[in-house]
Nanobody
Framework: LELVESGGGLVQPGGSLRLSCVGS????????LGWFRQAPGKERDFAAR????????NYADSVKGRFTISRDNTKNTVYLQMNNLKPEDTAVYYC????????????WGQGTQVTVSS
């Protein structure tokens, strides 16, 4: 099972980025998918998650109203649309997959860097 993120980069404050994470070796519809982020010198934190059907989402308070998570199970892909980016959003962003019935995210991507700076 492999997860590969893309779409990171350098953006000015107030700008937008769209992250993608493509899974292989599994059927993504069997997993809850999430996005996490780790800022320099800090622990990795939860950002957003979406259930297998895509009918329910949850967000960290720090990104609510600015980030949108979505998924396309036909493409084994999860997205994170990030709008109105702030310097404090600078971090390495990771996607992760949590199997049905599990409380833990077992599979992780390698991460993609997002830098918000003028």
């Amino acid at each position: 099972l492999e997860l590969v993120e893309s779409g990171g980069g350098l953006v000015q404050p107030g700008g937008s980025l769209r992250l993608s994470c493509v899974g292989s070796g599994f059927s993504s519809e069997e997993y809850t998918l999430g996005w996490f982020r780790q800022a320099p010198g800090k622990e990795r934190d939860f950002a957003a998650r979406i259930v297998r059907s895509g009918d329910s989402t949850n967000y960290a308070d720090s990104v609510k109203g600015r980030f949108t998570i979505s998924r396309d199970n036909t493409k084994n892909t999860v997205y994170l649309q990030m709008n109105n980016l702030k310097p404090e959003d600078t971090a390495v962003y990771y996607c992760a997959a949590r199997p049905a019935g599990s409380a833990e995210y077992r599979y992780w991507g390698q991460g993609t860097q997002v830098t918000v700076s003028s």
